[in-house]
């Protein structure tokens, strides 16, 4: 691959809404809320699209991070996190989508 970015933030997050087991150690974050309706609506929306979009809360900030996908790995996080990317060319926020790395 070439020079896929797999810079990460560490964060403690916990499954606020989405299939139990569905977060993993690295998740592509595309939106992050206060609220959780705002992050909720997100959510359906990337469902809509065909992602296995999930809400996740940080306690410690409680701030809703909207994930479209959660991997084992960094390197699988960061080819999605591209992808996703690049299939969302016209969405400003979309191209701010980080890797975090739930600790």
């Known amino acids: 691959q070439e020079n896929i970015d797999t810079s990460y933030r560490t964060e403690k997050v916990v499954l606020s809404s989405g299939t139990e087991g569905s977060l ?6 595309c939106g992050s809320f206060s609220s959780k309706e705002n992050s909720e609506k997100l959510r359906s929306m990337l469902l809509d699209e065909g992602y296995a979009a999930i809400v996740v809360q940080n306690p410690a900030t409680g701030m809703y991070r ?3 996908a959660s991997y084992d790995t960094k390197e699988d996080a960061a080819e999605a996190r591209a992808q996703f990317k690049a299939d969302h060319p016209q969405n400003d926020d979309f191209q701010k989508a ?3 790395y739930n600790k």
């Open 66 to 68: 909207v994930v479209c």
């Open 24 to 29: 993993k150690a690295f998740s592509v974050v």
């Open 98 to 100: 980080w890797l975090l």
